[in-house]
């Protein structure tokens, strides 16, 4: 930051005021207007440029702090642009549909939230990534769903939380991996310090699921119903198991730590073969457009018509131009030193373990919200607060797994967030409608800021018991 900027730098209250502003306009927006979250964001970015200019910064520095915001976004822009490409081509060449009337046959409508949970819960485990989860096993899940009459949003709910206990839990995680590295944690007691509150909010999810899947009015899961779906779909493609190499190399390859977007290019590729090999009147021209536009089978039977008529590049447009204006706006907030003066203004006064863990979880959320960033939401609270607990001498397992409870699982409730975005573009539902089903995702932050509070049963033996005794006031 240069000399001019540090001195026209955004104070604590002044920052706090542009946090609260911001929270008015985009939840006054989406829930009192119900408008799209895009002008939202646009006219708080908009807001803080003039702000910034008032502060005496340059135009030149505002539009810096947009283009550095954006360009941390290109990773993301492509995964999206991929994943909308790949729905198309699985659906295209069979694969969904396959995995569909396969499930059909085999999960009863009301075991089908439980099973979400714990098949999504395997694979990210297997696999350490949500992304990789929701955009295979995930998404066949979710036409599986609207075939059997289940909510959407609940199923939505029990892919996602069991696709991210994976990226939160399982040691091939990126964010698993990342949160452990910021706060100088060994991996494994990472992993070991987050059970306690992942179980139970794991737990809790499970029995949230298991009693609503056996309490929904399924009434149009009727055999004959369920049966017509299916025929519906069989006259439509062809099922056959070998469609199901695609997602399978897909899984292997995310297995063996290859990196997630040739993955998924694999998957397409892999896709275009097994389509050509076994569907009807398929040619490259048209399978080249349905990765530009989606599926488009003539279907009679409406609700198999809604299964498989989606995807493709042009699909994931909503939610690509999203997150360039919420990178855009973190950005400039970072930029601008908004993001640093909440964190310094943050820090002041936390004296207890309980206070440190409720800053860190806190912050971590706040960061999310208003960035839409993932990494950065461990990054900036875990840098700003690490000397805080080393002053403290409260363990960094205390830090680590409060950015893992908070960074990593609160993203996919923030609709401009990249998982956020990414989930509800590929699962068909808005995170406005699984937020409240989602349960995993916001009851392990609730148990991180309790144990936060709660006394450790005991003191580390390297830590002095002045410390440990000032540490439980």
Request: glycine content about 10%.
């Amino acid at each position: 930051m240069n000399l001019q900027q540090s001195k026209t730098g955004f104070s604590f209250l002044e920052s706090v005021i542009i946090l609260i502003g911001f929270i008015i306009i985009i939840f006054g927006s989406l829930f009192y207007l119900k408008t799209e979250p895009h002008l939202p964001l646009l006219i708080c970015l908009a807001g803080l440029g003039i702000a910034g200019l008032f502060k005496k910064y340059s135009w030149k520095n505002i539009e810096q702090g947009i283009v550095s915001g954006i360009s941390k976004g290109v990773q993301p822009f492509i995964l999206l642009a991929v994943i909308g490409m790949l729905i198309a081509a699985w659906l295209y060449s069979g694969t969904i549909p396959t995995v569909i009337v396969y499930s059909l046959e085999i999960i009863h409508p009301s075991y089908l939230l439980i099973t979400a949970l714990i098949g999504c819960t395997l694979i990210s485990s297997l696999i350490g990534s949500a992304f990789t989860t929701i955009s295979t096993v995930g998404i066949a899940l979710m036409g599986v769903a609207a075939a059997s009459g289940v909510p959407l949003e609940w199923a939505a709910g029990a892919v996602i939380c069991g696709a991210c206990f994976g990226d939160k839990m399982s040691p091939m995680s990126d964010t698993t991996n990342f949160a452990s590295g910021v706060a100088g944690v060994d991996i494994f007691s990472h992993i070991k310090h987050m059970s306690k509150t992942t179980i139970p909010s794991y737990l809790l999810s499970f029995a949230v699921f298991f009693y609503a899947g056996s309490s929904f009015d399924l009434s149009n899961a009727s055999t004959e119903n369920l049966a017509i779906i299916s025929n519906a779909i069989q006259e439509t493609v062809n099922i056959s198991l070998l469609t199901l190499l695609s997602p399978l190399a897909v899984i292997v390859l995310a297995v063996l730590r290859k990196p997630v977007i040739p993955s998924l290019l694999a998957g397409i590729v892999t896709a275009g073969i097994t389509g050509w090999l076994l569907q009807p009147d398929t040619s490259l021209a048209e399978f080249l457009t349905v990765l530009q536009n989606g599926t488009a089978f003539d279907v009679q039977t409406e609700q198999a018509a809604s299964i498989l008529n989606r995807g493709g590049l042009q699909s994931m447009m909503w939610s690509i131009s999203l997150i360039l204006i919420a990178f855009g706006l973190g950005g400039l907030m970072e930029q601008l030193g908004v993001i640093r003066s909440l964190m310094n203004g943050l820090i002041l006064g936390i004296q207890t373990k309980g206070k440190l863990v409720l800053a860190t979880v806190a912050s971590a959320f706040g960061v999310n919200l208003v960035t839409g960033e993932q990494y950065l939401s461990i990054l900036i609270p875990g840098q700003s607060l690490l000397p805080v607990y080393d002053k403290l001498s409260v363990d960094k397992k205390f830090l680590s797994r409060s950015l893992e409870d908070a960074g990593t699982l609160m993203n996919p409730l923030i609709p401009w967030g990249v998982s956020g975005a990414f989930f509800s573009q590929s699962l068909g539902v808005s995170v406005i409608d699984y937020l409240p089903y989602a349960i995993f995702l916001y009851t392990a932050p609730l148990f991180s800021i309790l144990f936060g509070f709660l006394p450790d049963k005991r003191r580390s033996a390297s830590q002095p018991a002045g410390d440990f005794q000032r540490n439980q006031q």
